[in-house]
């Protein structure tokens, strides 16, 4: 059993950046596709990005495309979301997640979430 736990979320000013990370205790992450997600009040949740085992190939969502990246240590089992470019828009609570192998809609393994507000 994989424990995930987000850190690095805050209040920024529009324009600003954040780093949010996902550490993992229980199991190595070097075993899972890892994946991004948010949820705004009152909203769906919202595929943000994910990023494979290897750390090579990585997928944005349509709203954070060129913005946002994605990244991954397996030597120290965290997955990183590095916010550059921030909108109100993106505030939501971020929640890492272990993507499924066999339905890349899946995600499991949520973390409790960081909130991240962004001041227009």
């Known amino acids: 059993q994989v424990q995930l736990v987000e850190s690095g979320g805050g209040l920024v000013q529009t324009g600003g950046s954040l780093r949010l990370s996902c550490a993992a205790s229980?199991?190595?992450?070097?075993?899972?596709?890892m994946g991004w997600i948010r949820q705004a009040p009152g909203k769906e949740r919202e595929f943000v990005a994910a990023i494979d085992r290897s750390g090579y190939n990585t997928e944005y969502g349509d709203s954070v495309e060129g913005r946002f990246t994605v990244s991954r240590d397996n030597a120290k089992n965290a997955v990183y979301l590095q916010m550059n470019s921030l909108k109100p828009e993106d505030t939501a609570v971020y929640y890492c997640?272990?993507?499924?192998?066999?339905?890349?809609?899946?995600?499991?393994?949520w973390g409790q979430g960081t909130q991240v507000t962004v001041a227009s």
């Open positions: 229980g199991r190595a992450l070097s075993n899972y596709n």
């Open positions: 997640a272990i993507r499924s192998d066999y339905d890349s809609s899946v995600f499991g393994s």
